[in-house]
C-alpha cells in the first residue's frame, strides 16, 4: 500500500507566474484535501475533492483552482502567484468527505517559493 | 468563531521529564479534536483523535491527551520525554463543517539532553 505521494518536492517561481501541484492520494481513497502552511502557522484549509468534485472550499481566491481524475490523485493549480503564495503545500487523503470522522493521511508537502 | 489556540510556539523539556502541550478551542458545536505531529520535512501525522466516547484518549508514541468540556481544553501529554519527540505538534478540531479541520498555529517540542 502506497502513502500520499506529492511532487514536486520544491518549486520556485516569480511573481505573476502560474504552477500547478500534484498529488496521489492513498490506495482505495477518495477523497483529496489540500492545505496551505506558511512558515510559523498551522495548515490552512484550501479545498477539498471528492470523485472529481469541489466539495468544500476555505477562504482562498479562484486564482486557487484544483482538479481530481478518476484515479482520484489531484492537482491544484494557483494563477498569478504573489509573494504571499510562498508557503508549504500538503495534499491529505482519506476514505470519505468527513475529515472529522476519518484518519486524513499526509504527503510530504511541496514547498513553493515565489520571488 | 471557530478557532483553536496553542499556548506557547515553543516548548522545551528535559529528555525524561513530562511533556505538557496545550490546546485550547473555540466552537459552537461538540468538536472532534485531533493532534497531529510534523518532522522535519515530513508531512504531518496523527497521534490521536477525539470524537465521542471516553474523554481520555492515547495515542502513538506514548502520548495521551484528555478532552475537557468546560475548559474547552485538549492538552496533550507525555509522562517521560524522549529525544525523538522533538517536532512540532499541531492540535485541529472539526467543527460545524464536514470538510474541513480547524488548526492551531502549531508548538515547536525541543527536547535537553
Known amino acids: 500500500e502506497t502513502g500520499v505521494t506529492q511532487s514536486p518536492t520544491h518549486l520556485i517561481k516569480t511573481r505573476g507566474q502560474q504552477v500547478t501541484l500534484r498529488c496521489s492520494s492513498q490506495s482505495g481513497h477518495n477523497t483529496v484535501s489540500w492545505y496551505q502552511q506558511a512558515l510559523g502557522q498551522g495548515p490552512q484549509f484550501i479545498f477539498q475533492y471528492y470523485r472529481e468534485e469541489e466539495n468544500g472550499r476555505g477562504n482562498f481566491p479562484p486564482r486557487f483552482s484544483g482538479l481530481q481524475f478518476p484515479n482520484y490523485s489531484s492537482e491544484l493549480n494557483v494563477n498569478a502567484l504573489e509573494l504571499d503564495d510562498s508557503a508549504l503545500y500538503l495534499c491529505?487523503?482519506?476514505?470519505?468527505?468527513?475529515?472529522?470522522?476519518?484518519?486524513?493521511?499526509f504527503g510530504p508537502g511541496t514547498r513553493l517559493l515565489v520571488l | 468563531a471557530q478557532s483553536v489556540t496553542q499556548l506557547g510556539s515553543h516548548v522545551s523539556v528535559s529528555e525524561g521529564a513530562l511533556v505538557l502541550l496545550r490546546c485550547n478551542y473555540s466552537s459552537s458545536v461538540p468538536p472532534y479534536l485531533f493532534w497531529y505531529v510534523q518532522y522535519p520535512n515530513q508531512g504531518l501525522q496523527l497521534l490521536l483523535k477525539y470524537t465521542t466516547g471516553a474523554t481520555l484518549v492515547k495515542g502513538i508514541n506514548g502520548f495521551e491527551a484528555e478532552f475537557k468540556k468546560s475548559e474547552t481544553s485538549f492538552h496533550l501529554t507525555k509522562p517521560s520525554a524522549h529525544m525523538s519527540d522533538a517536532a512540532e505538534y499541531f492540535c485541529a478540531f472539526r467543527g460545524d463543517s464536514n470538510y474541513q479541520l480547524i488548526w492551531g498555529a502549531g508548538t515547536k517540542l525541543i527536547i535537553k539532553p
Open positions: 491529505a487523503s482519506s476514505l470519505n468527505p468527513s475529515a472529522g470522522l476519518e484518519t486524513q493521511y
